[in-house]
């Protein structure tokens, strides 16, 4: 299963965009990019996914290298519910099992 | 987006009992369900994979008699902890597949079971 490498932690401030980066250098060509973020005692959210050309949704978008060896998820202006932690999971087509690393815990101050 | 239940969200049992927890997708079929697994302070760990009608497919190290996993219909599978033990104590998420695109999977919002 392919990694995903994450920053642990990042702070925002309100009202400002966050990139949140991921690296996934061992990616393979049919691997999908899913981002999902978690809050205190839920299950994880649906963000975005995509695979290989960005990707936008009212929630955020995704940015991809062209090589797909990292991408960014975007957060075009934070707000204190957007705190939580963000995970990066590269999903097969064919496997279809996701491998959680340990995510990005995202601050947001007021 | 599609929903994922799970029954119930928190248990508390005594040590060497056996407690059920179910998980339902409510409205869509979902082919394939994932039960993880979640300590404190730490990321999700995937314990075992199932398909509707075939039997479970663990994770290295999870004990299958013991996390006995049953996936009946294309909306409910159920995860069942045996002889639980303080140390079983944990955070379940369940999810399932099958109702967005791809191989997106929609989670449930997770059962916390104290075993004392």
């Known amino acids: 299963d392919a990694k995903t490498t994450q920053p642990n932690s990042m702070e925002s401030n309100e009202e400002e965009p966050v990139h949140l980066p991921c690296n996934h250098s061992t990616i393979s060509g049919t691997d999908y990019i899913h981002w999902y973020r978690q809050l205190p005692s839920q299950g994880p959210e649906y963000v975005i996914h995509g695979l290989t050309s960005n990707v936008n949704n009212r929630m955020a978008s995704l940015a991809i290298a062209e090589d797909r060896k990292s991408s960014t998820l975007i957060l075009h202006r934070a707000t204190l519910r957007d705190a939580a932690v963000y995970y990066c999971i590269l999903a097969g087509s064919g496997t279809y099992k996701y491998i959680f690393g340990t995510g990005t815990r995202l601050k947001v101050l007021a | 987006g599609a929903v994922v239940s799970q029954h119930p969200s928190w248990v508390i049992c005594k040590s060497g009992t056996s407690v059920k927890i179910e998980c339902r997708s409510l409205d869509f079929q979902a082919t394939t369900m994932f039960w993880y697994r979640q300590f404190p302070k730490q990321s999700l760990m995937l314990m075992a994979t199932s398909n509707e009608g075939s039997k479970a497919t663990y994770e290295q190290g999870v004990e299958k008699d013991k996390f006995l996993i049953n996936h009946a219909s294309l909306t409910l599978s159920t995860l069942t902890v045996t002889s639980a033990h303080p140390e079983d104590s944990s955070f379940y998420i369940c999810?399932?597949?099958?109702?967005?695109?791809?191989?997106?999977?929609?989670f449930g919002p997770g059962t916390r079971l104290t075993v004392l």
């Open positions: 999810s399932a597949r099958g109702g967005g695109s791809l191989n997106e999977q929609f």
